[in-house]
């Protein structure tokens, strides 16, 4: 477990399941998204208001990064949180499209398993929808940003069109976002250390979790350890406004 004088004997974080549907990541700074069979103990110092429900539980991470950033590099840290959920969900296109007509694709999504697995590819595209909605309000935005939200959300139409249409599967529509998800000033400490919208706000995410100086949602936290980098950014609210 890191801490914050910076000593660096901890051991990199390595995500499991309850349902068996994770991902894990190595000790590099650019973690590769793999799914993962296995089921690890939480542990470590994370408080977390419930267990985080998207793709694993979290076992430990070695500290986070409170380095003060300037707007390119807030920017290009959604960016590479963009290009995970990107390469994630290119994945299971590929893979529906592929056995788009398989019985055995449709029989596996109608089991508790299946449907874990697509609320946990509807959660990355939530993260999306997030960061798009701070870059707007927060005027951060950049022609890379834009391309990647855009592509994002072509493939979740087409992954939701083979799902309801081939599978039966109904799938919630994304929340729209709401301007009001956003914290006042005051609240500062409430906003989420990757996306920034209210950590506390229900209608965004029942799961968060505090390390070091700042909360995360859940989901938000998991998709930078195990796609980007096994640091937790803490993005300066203040300095986007």
Same mark, same amino acid.
């Given at each position: 477990?890191?801490?914050?004088?910076?000593?660096?004997?901890?051991?990199?974080?390595?995500?499991?399941?309850?349902?068996?549907?994770?991902?894990?990541?190595?000790?590099?700074?650019?973690?590769?998204?793999?799914?993962?069979?296995?089921?690890?103990?939480?542990?470590?110092?994370?408080?977390?208001?419930?267990?985080?429900?998207?793709?694993?539980?979290?076992?430990?991470?070695?500290?986070?990064?409170?380095?003060?950033?300037?707007?390119?590099?807030?920017?290009?840290?959604? $960016?590479?949180?963009?290009?995970?959920? @990107?390469?994630?969900?290119?994945?299971?296109?590929?893979?529906?499209?592929?056995?788009?007509?398989?019985?055995?694709?449709?029989?596996?999504?109608?089991?508790?398993?299946?449907?874990?697995?697509? #609320?946990?590819?509807?959660?990355?595209? #939530?993260?999306?929808?997030?960061?798009?909605?701070?870059?707007?309000?927060?005027?951060?935005?950049?022609?890379? @940003?834009?391309?990647?939200?855009?592509?994002?959300?072509?493939?979740?139409?087409?992954?939701?069109?083979?799902?309801?249409?081939?599978?039966?599967?109904? $799938?919630?529509?994304?929340?729209?976002?709401?301007?009001?998800?956003?914290?006042?000033?005051?609240?500062?400490?409430?906003?989420?250390?990757?996306?920034?919208?209210?950590?506390?706000?229900?209608?965004?995410?029942?799961?968060?979790?505090?390390?070091?100086?700042?909360?995360?949602?859940?989901?938000?936290?998991?998709?930078?350890?195990?796609?980007?980098?096994?640091?937790?950014?803490?993005?300066?609210?203040?300095?986007?406004?």
């Amino acid at each position: 477990m890191g801490n914050s004088d910076g000593t660096d004997d901890e051991e990199s974080p390595r995500m499991g399941s309850d349902d068996g549907c994770g991902v894990s990541a190595s000790a590099d700074e650019t973690a590769s998204c793999d799914i993962a069979s296995d089921t690890q103990e939480e542990t470590g110092n994370f408080q977390s208001t419930q267990p985080a429900f998207f793709l694993d539980k979290y076992s430990f991470i070695r500290e986070v990064s409170q380095q003060p950033a300037d707007d390119d590099d807030c920017v290009d840290r959604w $960016v590479c949180c963009l290009r995970g959920i @990107l390469e994630i969900i290119q994945t299971a296109n590929s893979f529906f499209g592929r056995e788009a007509s398989s019985q055995v694709c449709r029989e596996a999504l109608e089991t508790e398993e299946g449907a874990n697995y697509v #609320k946990n590819i509807t959660e990355v595209c #939530k993260v999306c929808k997030r960061i798009k909605l701070s870059s707007e309000l927060a005027g951060k935005q950049s022609e890379t @940003l834009e391309k990647l939200c855009l592509e994002v959300q072509s493939i979740w139409e087409d992954i939701v069109s083979f799902l309801e249409n081939s599978c039966l599967f109904s $799938v919630p529509p994304l929340p729209a976002g709401n301007a009001k998800w956003m914290p006042n000033l005051d609240e500062s400490s409430k906003a989420c250390g990757i996306c920034l919208l209210h950590v506390d706000n229900p209608e965004i995410t029942a799961s968060k979790l505090t390390y070091g100086a700042r909360e995360y949602h859940a989901p938000c936290a998991n998709l930078w350890v195990n796609c980007v980098s096994s640091l937790l950014p803490a993005i300066p609210y203040p300095d986007l406004l």
